[in-house]
């Protein structure tokens, strides 16, 4: 599979967005009451479902390298899978949300759904192919039942 940037870079190109977005876009900033709150809930949320799904991986002993779905030994489909195929973005998702939450960013509104629609497109629809040839109607099924996100 070839990637144009792994989904570790992604997300380090969103957190930079979005620090640029609050420095170079100041009138765009907002703070509330329960920001930092809000903020810590996000972090916590993304790293307990990004840990959960890398320990569904490491327990099923099967890659969790993004950037080769082909080695894949096994369909993980319990824990956090059982709601949705990529926790691990999901997480990513989470984590940029806590950071633009921290910040105070409208910029938030641009740059997570602009993450969302490139990992779907550039890493989620190439796993997914990946994974069909791999596991044939069993992954076929887990995708009737799961959905892609959440």
């Given at each position: 599979?070839?990637?144009?940037?792994?989904?570790?870079?992604?997300?380090?190109?969103?957190?930079?967005?979005?620090?640029?977005?609050?420095?170079?876009?100041?009138?765009?900033?907002?703070?509330?009451?329960?920001?930092?709150?809000?903020?810590?809930?996000?972090?916590i949320a993304g790293l307990a479902i990004g840990g959960h799904a890398l320990?569904?991986?490491?327990?099923?002993?099967?890659?969790?390298?993004?950037?080769?779905?082909?080695?894949?030994?096994?369909?993980?489909?319990d824990g956090f899978y059982r709601v949705s195929r990529n926790p691990m973005?999901?997480?990513?998702?989470?984590?940029?949300?806590?950071?633009?939450?921290?910040?105070?960013?409208?910029?938030?509104?641009?740059?997570?759904?602009?993450?969302?629609?490139?990992?779907?497109?550039?890493?989620?629809?190439?796993?997914?192919?990946?994974?069909?040839?791999?596991?044939?109607?069993?992954?076929?099924?887990?995708?009737?039942?799961?959905?892609?996100?959440?």
């Amino acid at each position: 599979m070839r990637l144009l940037l792994p989904p570790p870079v992604v997300l380090g190109f969103g957190l930079l967005l979005l620090y640029a977005g609050a420095k170079l876009f100041p009138a765009l900033n907002v703070t509330f009451a329960g920001q930092d709150a809000l903020a810590l809930l996000f972090l916590i949320a993304g790293l307990a479902i990004g840990g959960h799904a890398l320990f569904r991986f490491i327990l099923a002993r099967t890659t969790f390298n993004p950037t080769t779905p082909g080695k894949a030994k096994a369909l993980v489909s319990d824990g956090f899978y059982r709601v949705s195929r990529n926790p691990m973005y999901v997480a990513d998702v989470l984590l940029l949300l806590a950071f633009g939450a921290y910040l105070g960013t409208a910029t938030i509104f641009v740059v997570v759904p602009a993450f969302v629609w490139y990992l779907t497109e550039f890493q989620i629809k190439p796993e997914e192919e990946h994974l069909k040839r791999l596991f044939g109607h069993t992954y076929l099924d887990y995708c009737a039942r799961v959905r892609r996100w959440l």
